[in-house]
């Protein structure tokens, strides 16, 4: 008996409602996005016997972050560059593969890494968003393309990590690229022609026209009076939704996180002035035209990249003793959000980790109440958390109906914010607004740390945790066994969802931040999980990159993956053969902070500039950082933002690093593409 709906047609709305209990057809398995399976085979009494039944291994040791999905016995799951594989889901055998051949160069434009959350399925296709703003439409069975539109204006440096949500036979697609800044918002794609339905922008346009757009009402109605003059006219306010979208087909309505407002200081984004709609707010849309319906916004005037795009999930919850149907959220900001589904009105917000920026969120308002010193205004520097990595950031959390809690992965980490001494809006690059404290941290903080949180909604607590010496982690999945399954640093583990009890490891061989999925075919239950770690600058410290794989488990799977190789260790590198340069190293420390550091800096997950022999050259670094050579690999060029003296200074404050014994923590392996 195939217990995956083998031979059925392809999937649709009427097959996602049904919840079919052997596939996983959306990104959260079902459009409530809660992550939880009613499969029951590997529980826990059984846990312990769980063992590899197959996996794959893939080209990049960048970061994997996408969930797979499995319909009618094909797994389908996406990796770095967007590319997208599908597998036979009961024995791994390799159906085929696609790759969208996306320019090394756009690697610049991603935050984050150049990761992708997975795919979307409807009617015998698969939807990929691709990392430089294509929505590609495969062939489910053959992986050929159907059809492809580039959702994004491909001049600007917009990004898609995020999957797609495929409902009533649309393709939701939201963007990234709030940092650089861009003008964010989501669009729907008729699923078999790839045609523009409808799109909702997220900021006004800075020019002040309409937009000939579903969001004209809304931004004119509500978002307008919220932005005063400032640099975000210059890049379009951010508000990029890059993640979260959920539809609800008891309220019909799709929810939308969306991101940061751009730059990130609100003195210089507007003057301090407004909250700054719709950045950082959760919007309700109709999902059959993009109508405004309602919206919350979480951090007004945001200063801190408070995204709320973290997982939005639904549920029907016991409220003042009546069932109501209500949208969640563990937001970045440190706060648990239960929102009235249909009206948007808040229900409840509590603190799940410390918070310093805010003292509580008024029930009365919906607005936090700011602690005094939360905002870095006047020149002064500020220390707080949750910083810009949040207390829960992507990684998608889960909920047991069985257990009635939601299991969050959050973080504890401290970030110095500070005004800048100066801002000049830079076109292409990052513009944050802040002080170089932000990036280099001019005091000491309190260590970081991780922690699975099972929080009750109704009780608004946590009923268990546990602590992880990793901030950075994997998303969770919950099941009908009574298990909860989540990775930190090399360790996948099975809890005991009531309890926290850790009742199974396996040692993956490498770090994990994807959450993971499960289904069943021909009776018996498997486990997925794509294994590589990445995201937000990597987070990475001493761990080595290392290929990604996808591992997926059975119970009494005997199968034994190959070991990683060593990691390549960089060697020191020999300064007597250098060049010397006539540069400014302390001009070039300022090009170092504005354009490199995020990927490049200690902890990033690309080679440390100061360890790479391209710097012992002058002529070859120059080719390097100015034209190009490296482009294909992911190196954009950079002689739009500054000439060759600028580099000369780039590259003596460079040798001048590579002087100095390296820190404690230093990525020592190089990467690739």
């Known amino acids: ?143 050929k393309v159907v059809w492809t539109v580039q959702t994004t204006d491909a001049k600007l440096p917009y990004t898609i990590t995020g999957a ?48 000939g757009a579903a969001s004209d009402k809304a931004m004119k109605d509500f978002a307008y009076a919220t932005w005063s003059d400032g640099a975000w006219k210059d890049g379009g306010g951010g508000a990029t939704p890059w993640d979260a979208i959920t539809y609800d087909p008891k309220t019909d309505l799709v929810f939308v996180g969306t991101g940061n407002a751009g730059p990130w200081n609100s003195k210089i984004r507007t003057g301090g002035k407004g909250d700054n709609l719709f950045a950082a707010s959760i919007v309700a849309l109709r999902p059959d035209t993009g109508e405004y319906a309602w919206h919350y916004q979480t951090t ?42 249909a009206s948007g009105k808040l229900v409840s917000a509590d603190n799940f980790v410390k918070t310093t920026w805010a003292e509580r969120v008024d029930l009365a308002t919906g607005r936090p109440v700011e602690a005094a010193d939360a905002r870095y205004e006047n020149g002064q520097e500020h220390q707080q958390t949750p910083g810009a990595l949040g207390g829960h950031n992507w990684q998608p959390m889960a909920y047991s109906p069985k257990e009635g809690l939601v299991y969050i992965p959050a973080q504890t980490l401290y970030m110095d914010y500070a005004d800048p001494k100066e801002f000049k809006f830079i076109p292409g690059a990052w513009n944050l607004g802040l002080g170089p404290s932000t990036l280099s941290p001019a005091r000491a903080q309190p260590a970081p740390f991780g922690q699975l949180i099972a929080w009750d909604p109704v009780q608004k607590k946590a009923r268990w945790k546990v602590d992880f010496a990793e ?15 989540h990775a930190a640093g090399h360790n996948f583990v099975a809890f005991d969802a009531a309890t926290g009890k850790a009742l199974w490891t396996y040692d993956t061989g490498a770090a994990a931040i994807a959450a993971a999925s499960t289904y069943a075919i021909d009776g018996e239950q498997y486990v997925a999980l794509m ?47 250098a060049t010397p340069s006539k540069g400014d190293p302390a001009k070039g420390a300022k090009l170092s902070a ?57 590259r003596a404050f460079l040798l001048a690093e590579a002087a100095k014994p390296p820190p404690a923590g230093e990525p020592q392996t190089t990467h690739g593409r």
Not at 4 to 13: E, I, L
Not at 73 to 86: E, F, P, R
Not at 531 to 559: I, S, Y
């Open 164 to 211: 797609p949500r495929a409902v009533k036979g649309k393709i939701l697609i939201g963007n990234g690229g709030a940092e650089y800044p861009v003008r964010g918002y989501v669009s729907a794609y008729d699923a078999d022609t790839g045609k523009l339905s409808w799109r909702f922008h997220m900021t006004p346009n800075p020019t002040g026209a309409p937009d």
């Open 1 to 143: 008996m195939c217990l995956s709906a083998c031979g059925k047609a392809g999937v649709d709305g009427k097959r996602i409602l049904a919840a079919e209990a052997g596939d996983w057809l959306s990104y959260g398995r079902t459009y409530d996005e809660q992550r939880f399976s009613p499969l029951d085979q590997v529980n826990k009494d059984t846990v312990k016997r769980l063992g590899v039944a197959w996996w794959a291994s893939f080209d990049t040791d960048r970061g994997q972050e996408a969930t797979p999905l499995v319909a009618d016995g094909i797994l389908y799951t996406t990796t770095t560059w967007s590319k997208v594989y599908a597998f036979d889901a009961k024995t791994g055998k390799a159906l085929w593969s696609y790759d969208p051949q996306v320019p090394g160069e756009k690697g610049f434009d991603a935050c984050c890494d150049v990761v992708n959350r997975g795919v979307a399925l409807w009617k015998g296709r698969a939807y990929v968003g691709t990392l430089d703003g294509r929505l590609v439409a495969l062939d489910a069975k053959t992986g």
């Open 300 to 341: 007004p005037r945001d200063d801190w990249d408070f995204d709320a795009v973290q997982h939005l999930m639904v549920a029907d919850l016991p409220v003042a003793g009546k069932t109501q149907r209500v949208v969640m959220q563990a937001n970045k900001n440190g706060f648990y959000y239960v929102l009235d589904a």
């Open 471 to 485: 901030p950075w982690r994997s998303g969770v999945l919950a099941t009908a066994g009574g298990l909860v399954f």
């Open 531 to 577: 294994v590589g770690f990445g995201g937000a600058g990597g987070m990475g410290g001493a761990e080595p990159r290392r290929k990604g794989r996808l591992l997926v488990f059975k119970l009494d799977g005997k199968t034994v993956p190959t070991p990683f190789p060593a990691p390549v260790v960089q060697p020191p590198l020999d300064l007597a053969t």
């Open 594 to 650: 504005q354009f490199c550091v995020t990927c490049h800096g200690a902890g990033g997950y690309l080679p440390v500039l100061a360890r790479s022999p391209v710097i012992l050259d002058p002529v070859g670094f120059k080719a390097i950082v100015l034209e190009g050579a490296r482009k294909p690999h992911g190196m954009a060029p950079f002689r739009r933002f500054f000439d060759e003296a600028s580099a000369e200074d780039l």
